[in-house]
């Protein structure tokens, strides 16, 4: 069991559940309890938990060298950059190691960006249930109170729109300080909310005529988990620019900022930085991860798992009283209840042996491995239904 946690800041709820090993879409606690777990780390170890393959470029690359700093060449990350700008339609790349640092790259090329255009009060239209993490700036960007509270006063340059109304964007054009639209183009922490294709198209011609910067954060969605490499490709466009992290390193953090066009061409020696961002040893596992996914078709296995999924929660749960939507698109689920479901998690847990999330306090979000098997799909459905079953 956890020790008495004193000596962290506590600023997580956690279960009382330690897990000490794990494979695949499993885990094992400290009693050698098996679980199944449909989170995978909140959409990192989108591979599996001991993916064999990533331990052994770990230990490969652990053995040759970890770090050198950007002061100097590094293969690792030339390689990377060009396999994810091949990948997304983008032509350059910044490492880094968190979404969130992935994000500031992306607002701070928009503040460039604005300096081209010679915009000196730059807005960045942001949108409603967004989520973009917890740094200063992020959280300015994020839709959420509870982010916010307490860290007042925000950073400026913000303005929320609802998501996916074409409408409400359009109402913006007369705002000449606007230089980007940041938006998620499904939002995981805002309750699972998929952007549909017209709107995202409507949003990058807007963007064109007015010279703003599309800026897509991918960072939940982007790496297979919609069941395309990345959420945009649902669409027929291009974002300027895209931020990756939490499935890039199947677990090693590291997280990446894309861009294309005029977008890429705005960061100059010395005008951002990161220590640890790039390094050989995330690289090299980020370039694995791709490799993998590459052969065994692994975005395409996520549309095919995450449509069984749906399927499934929607054949299982038919008519139950308590459920006002099931939605999601590839491995990214949502059940949306009529009630707060916050203990839902250790139930799961403890009852039926399972690792959910839920998000907006009423909807359990579902992000299994990418890797799973069809009979750990109907497990989890299975699960889930005899867990909302005893509601
Ligand atoms: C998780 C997440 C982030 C923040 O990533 P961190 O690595 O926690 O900083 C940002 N945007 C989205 C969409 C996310 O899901």
Redesign the pocket.
Known sequence: MNAKQSYLMPTYTRQNVSFVRGEGARLWDEQGREYLDAIAG??VTNLGHANPEITAVISQQASLLLHTSNMFGIPWQEQLAQKLCSLAGMERAFFCN????A?EAALKIARLHARVRNIANPQIVVMSNS????TLA?LAATDNRNVQQGFEPLMGGFIRVPYNEIEALRDLVSNKSIVAVLL?PVQ??GGVHCASPTYLSAVRQLCDKQDWLLMM?E???GMGRTGQWFGFQHADITPDVI?L??GLGNGFPI?ACLAQGKAAQLFAAGSHASTFGGNPLGCRIACQVIDIMQRDLIPQKAAQLGQQLLAGLCRQLKGHPDILAIRGIGLMVGIELNYPAIDLVSRALTEQRLLITITRKQTIRLLPALICTAEQVDDIVFRISRLLATC
């Open positions: 909140v959409a968190s979404g969130a640092e994000n989520f973009h993490g917890r992020t998620e995981g922490e954060d960072v939940q969605t931020t992290a939490k997280g």
